[in-house]
């Protein structure tokens, strides 16, 4: 969580376009950033009692850094309970050549967007 922190607070730091590790919303529905979060919360229920379902992409944020980070905003709801729809932060990083990592999953506590 702290790692997720400091990468958020990168996010608001930079202010140029196309620099590497620079951070850019990914506007609009972007199929990839969709896969990137059906993945992210795939990854989160293989060490969690309580198994999320992703109901959708709520914002994405994309830098590269030794590849491509991606900090996520999905919408998810636990796919045994009645319980209303949660919002959960994830980053994850997508190299090429090498397995795609999920650095961080957590509910969020709508500080930001």
């Known amino acids: 969580m702290l790692l997720f922190a400091l990468l958020v607070s990168l996010v608001t730091a930079t202010t140029t376009n196309n620099v590497p590790g620079t951070w850019k919303p990914i506007d609009g529905i972007d199929l990839n950033a969709t896969e990137i979060g059906e993945w992210a919360v795939s ?10 379902v ?8 994309i830098t590269f850094v030794s590849g491509t980070l991606y900090l996520l905003l999905v919408a998810a709801k636990n796919e045994s309970l009645p319980k209303p729809t949660g919002n959960y932060r994830a980053s994850v990083h997508d190299r090429d050549g090498a397995p795609r990592e999920l650095i961080a999953f957590f509910k969020d506590r709508g500080r930001r967007k």
């Open 43 to 52: 990854e989160y229920n293989k060490n969690a009692t309580n198994k999320l």
């Open 54 to 61: 992703l109901e959708k992409l709520i914002s994405s944020e």
